[in-house]
């Protein structure tokens, strides 16, 4: 069984969204899917196969404050207006074909950060609710959102913990891997002031945090040469996929989220044969 792994990144995994809008059309699916952050949270339109969703989310409400905005601090303790992306557009506004996710029969894990321990865990995507609490705590980047209560457990953005879940997917079983990146070939992740900030911010109330957040450059880098060793020294079972420039964490110039949609987009359709060569 093949699996798509998925890198997150907040705004850049638009690229990713192109490249599973291109398997819908070529009729893949995956049935076993892991990711983290935004990675996971736009592949749950594709296991309900909802075709372009996403880029209408991000074309008619990236720009809106309620969306993204310094308005949303008061109520969602986050830039990010976690209660109108996670409730109100998939509930009301570009209605989630619900009954169409549940019919799915694949596995999907959803990875999240444990804030008391600093490591991964894989929550079980098909038990995801209305409200989608497990795609918020996927998504909570320390500081930009509060962690968030789930299962008795504390949570923070499953990237900080396993940036590229890949080794899950080989653990599960899985020889045969799609993997999504989000970062172009030339990038690797430094060890940034702001990076540091964060995580000794956590320190008091989440000590494990810290040592996770400033092991996460290196656990990163190493997981990208893995992932491009596995796709060099076995093509037939590894197929990788990653922008060819870099796309912003917070890009907000619709254009050129558009222009990172069709680089995914083509970029699959150009790696079809290979892609489908995964299910043989």
């Not at 069984?1 to 998925?6: D, E, I, K, N, R």
């Not at 080794?167 to 540091?196: C, E, F, M, W």
């Not at 997981?223 to 197929?239: I, M």
């Not at 079809?272 to 299910?279: G, M, P, Q, T, V």
Request: aromatic share 10%; proline share 5%; glycine share 8%.
């Amino acid at each position: 069984m093949p699996g798509l792994v998925l890198e997150g990144g907040t705004f850049r995994p638009v690229f990713s969204c192109g490249v599973m809008d291109a398997l819908l059309d070529h009729d893949i699916m995956f049935d076993y899917v892991v990711g983290v952050s935004a990675g996971i949270t736009y592949a749950i339109s594709y296991l309900s196969r909802q075709r372009g969703r996403n880029l209408e989310v991000l074309r008619r409400y990236r720009g809106d404050s309620r969306y993204f905005g310094v308005r949303n601090l008061p109520h969602d303790h986050s830039i990010f207006g976690t209660d109108f992306v996670f409730d109100t557009i998939p509930n009301q506004l570009i209605p989630f074909d619900w009954e169409t996710y549940h019919r799915y029969k694949g596995r999907i894990l959803v990875g999240v950060t444990n804030a008391e321990t600093g490591r991964a865990e894989y929550l079980d995507g098909a038990k995801l609710d209305r409200t989608c609490t497990m795609l918020r705590a996927t998504c909570a980047i320390p500081l930009y959102f509060p962690a968030v209560q789930l299962s008795g457990g504390t949570f923070y953005d499953g990237g900080v913990a396993d940036p590229i879940p890949i080794v899950r997917s080989l653990h599960d079983g899985n020889r045969k891997n799609l993997i999504v990146l989000t970062q172009p070939k030339s990038y690797r992740k430094a060890l940034t002031r702001g990076l540091k900030f964060a995580a000794h911010a956590l320190h008091r109330k989440y000590p494990a945090m810290t040592e996770t957040m400033l092991a996460r450059p290196g656990l990163y880098n190493d997981t990208v040469c893995l992932c491009r060793r596995l796709a060099e020294e076995n093509p037939a079972d590894t197929v990788l996929l990653q922008p060819d420039a870099p796309l912003a964490t917070f890009e907000k110039d619709i254009k050129k989220l558009e222009w990172g949609y069709e680089m995914g987009y083509n970029m699959t359709c150009d790696r079809i044969d290979d892609i489908k060569a995964l299910f043989v």
